[in-house]
């Protein structure tokens, strides 16, 4: 007679919630104790962030940066005006039809950490679908594909360091972390600086999502600061009359206020 299978805990939200509300707990703590030393509270996600489940064997615990920057520039592409159309701004004008979903502008600007515009910066963004669903040969979430909506964009900026997008406002979608795990809405932003070496990776999120206080991913920024900053405002002059709603999101490169960066594979 075969033995009977040992039953696999299953971990619910309610597990992972007590898990990053523990950890806030102890990064205010933390944060508490070095002001009284006068450092800056930490604006980057932990890396190793234990409620964030799927990182937890491929997180870098190692600096793994050999490479020469100034000889990966000597190769790297570039990027100038006549590369990049104006139509590639424009997410909605893929297919043959309109995409389903909320339209939306998304606007900003690209700033230096002493507020300057960083002009000519080649901004791409990518996306899942008004239902959540990406355009990937490795996307599970079976929510229906969009024929009229890729997902993806990208401009440069102007001489104000300004960008803009017209798209449709992504759906949340489930993903592996843990039982009834969904992430908020976002927009995955690309800037490549002045050469590849130096490229930003982050997201943008949607004001008030309910969702925010139960994503590992959000909440392994331990700073609320950091975490606003990732958050677009709603902006009515940026809405079109009868068309999309507008949002507005600017980003920092450097300095103390400097926007929230996806930790690349081989950074620490």
């Known amino acids: 007679m075969t033995a009977p299978t040992k039953k696999q805990p299953v971990e619910t939200q ?75 701004a424009d997410l909605t004008i893929a297919g043959s039809n309109e995409p389903i979903g909320e339209r939306i502008t998304v606007s900003g600007r690209v700033l230096d950490g002493e507020g300057r515009p960083v002009r000519n910066q080649l901004v791409e963004i990518w996306q899942a679908n008004s239902a959540g669903r990406y355009i990937h040969k490795h996307e599970q979430h079976p929510a229906p594909l969009d024929p009229n909506f890729t997902g993806v964009g990208r401009c440069l900026t102007d001489d104000e360091g300004r960008y803009r997008f017209q798209t449709i406002k992504p759906g949340p979608y489930p993903w592996g972390n843990h039982i009834n795990a969904w ?5 995955h932003f690309s800037l490549f600086g002045r050469a590849f070496t130096q490229r930003l990776i982050t997201q943008m999120y949607f004001p008030s999502d309910p969702l925010f206080a139960l994503d590992p991913i959000y909440q392994s920024i331990t700073s609320q600061q950091a975490r606003d900053a990732l958050v677009a405002t709603y902006d009515h002059d940026l809405s079109t009359p009868g068309y999309s709603m507008g949002y507005s999101w600017d980003i920092v490169l450097t300095g103390p206020s400097r926007t929230w960066t996806e930790p690349e594979e081989g950074d620490l």
Do not use: N
């Open 183 to 187: 992430r908020p809405a976002h927009i």
């Open 14 to 88: 309610a597990d992972l919630s007590a898990e990053i509300a523990e950890l806030e707990k102890l990064s205010i703590e933390a944060d508490a104790a070095g002001q009284a030393r006068g450092d800056e509270p930490s604006r980057q996600p932990l890396l190793d962030y234990p409620p964030y489940r799927s990182s937890i064997l491929r997180h870098p615990t190692k600096d793994p940066r050999h490479a020469d920057p100034e000889t990966i520039e000597l190769w790297s592409p570039c990027f100038g005006h006549s590369d990049v159309d104006p139509l590639e």
